[in-house]
C-alpha cells in the first residue's frame, strides 16, 4: 500500500438536489487557505464550488457504478479508507484504488443516492485540498447510513484529482429510516444517467409495468430494462434531471427533462433536449408498480431529425 500525501479525506453522497450534470467546470482564480463551513450557494467562492462540483460528481459516479468517470477524477495513486460502524464495533479497511476498481468489476451492485447536508474545506495555495463532507446515504428512498466523508485532492497538470478517499459508514436508527417520495424520485432521476438498465428496472416491482405514451407496456422487470436500454443506447451521454414532483391522492407525478446526444448505432448525431412526466402508482413497498409516461414525440423526432436549438 503506497502512502500518498495527507490526511482527511471525504464523501461517498451522491449527487444533491437534481441538476444532475456529470461534469464539473474549472475555475481556479482565487487562491486561498482557510476553512469554510456551511452549504449556502452565496458562501462559496468560486473554487470552492469547483470541489463541490467535482465531489458530487464522484458520489454521483458511485452510486450509479460509474467507473469509468471515477478513473478520470481519481489519481491512479490513490488510497480508499473506510470504517464501517455497526452496533460499536468499527470494521477498518484500507485499499488502493486500483484494488477497489478491481474488486468491483464482478460484484452485483445496486445503485444509491447520497446527498450531502454539509461541507468544509480547506484549499491549500490552491494545490492541495481537504474536504469534509457529512452526507446521508438513500437507498429508493429510504436513508440507510450516515456517511462522514474526506477527500485529499491534488492538482495533477492543471486540474483536481482525488488523492485520498475515506469515510466512516454509520447505521441509522430504524426509527429514521423513513421513506421518502422526493429522494426516490431524485435516485430514479440519477440512475436514469447511469448506463446501467437494471438499475432503472430496479425501482419497479418484479410486475410493475412501464408505458410511454400509446405504446405498448412493458410488464415485469426483464421487459423495463429493455425500455431503459432502448434510451440508453441512443443517448450514451443521456442526463435526465427531475425538474418537480407532484403527489395527489395515490399518484404521484414526477417531470422530468432528458438531454442528450444520439450517438448510438445509427442515430443521428443530433442534440436532444425533451420534457415530459410519468405518472406512478406506488406499491406497499415503495416502488413503482405502475408508471404511464408522457412526452411530446412529435417534438422528440424533430430534434433527432433536426436538432434541438436550445
Given at each position: ?39 449556502k450557494e452565496n458562501t462559496w467562492n ?265
Open positions: 500500500m503506497k502512502k500518498t500525501l495527507s490526511t482527511v479525506i471525504l464523501t461517498l453522497v451522491v449527487v444533491s438536489s437534481l441538476f444532475f450534470s456529470c461534469q464539473s467546470k474549472s475555475n481556479n482564480t482565487k487562491k486561498t487557505e482557510k476553512v469554510v463551513e456551511g452549504h468560486p473554487e470552492e464550488l469547483e470541489l463541490i462540483a467535482l465531489v458530487e460528481k464522484l458520489l454521483f459516479a458511485v452510486g450509479n457504478s460509474d467507473f469509468q468517470t471515477l478513473e478520470s477524477i481519481v489519481s491512479d495513486k490513490a488510497n480508499l479508507a473506510s470504517a464501517i460502524i455497526r452496533d460499536g464495533a468499527s470494521k477498518n479497511s484500507v485499499i488502493t484504488i486500483r484494488e477497489y476498481f478491481e474488486s468491483q468489476k464482478n460484484r452485483e451492485r445496486k445503485p444509491f443516492y447520497e446527498p450531502v447536508d454539509e461541507y468544509k474545506i480547506l484549499i491549500n495555495k490552491s494545490q492541495i485540498a481537504f474536504v469534509w463532507a457529512d452526507a446521508t446515504l438513500h437507498k429508493y428512498g429510504v436513508p440507510r447510513t450516515n456517511n462522514i466523508d474526506n477527500f485529499t485532492l491534488i492538482k495533477e497538470d492543471g486540474e483536481w484529482k482525488f488523492i485520498n478517499i475515506s469515510f466512516t459508514n454509520t447505521a441509522l436508527p430504524e426509527e429514521l429510516q423513513k421513506f421518502d417520495i422526493e429522494i426516490f424520485a431524485k435516485s430514479y432521476a440519477q440512475v436514469w444517467c447511469s448506463q446501467r438498465p437494471n438499475f432503472v428496472s430496479s425501482f419497479f416491482s418484479e410486475d410493475g409495468v412501464l408505458q410511454i405514451n400509446e405504446g405498448e407496456p412493458a410488464e415485469g422487470t426483464e421487459a423495463i430494462t429493455n425500455v431503459a436500454k432502448g434510451f440508453m443506447d441512443a443517448f450514451p451521454d443521456m442526463v435526465v434531471s427531475m425538474d418537480s414532483l407532484i403527489t395527489k391522492s395515490e399518484k404521484t407525478r414526477f417531470y422530468w427533462t432528458l438531454t442528450g446526444t444520439n450517438k448510438g448505432t445509427n442515430g443521428t448525431g443530433n442534440k436532444v433536449n425533451i420534457s415530459g412526466f410519468e405518472e406512478w402508482t406506488l406499491n406497499d413497498d415503495g416502488l413503482i408498480q405502475e408508471s404511464k409516461g408522457y412526452f411530446d414525440e412529435k417534438e422528440y423526432q424533430r430534434q433527432l431529425e433536426f436538432e434541438t436549438d436550445k
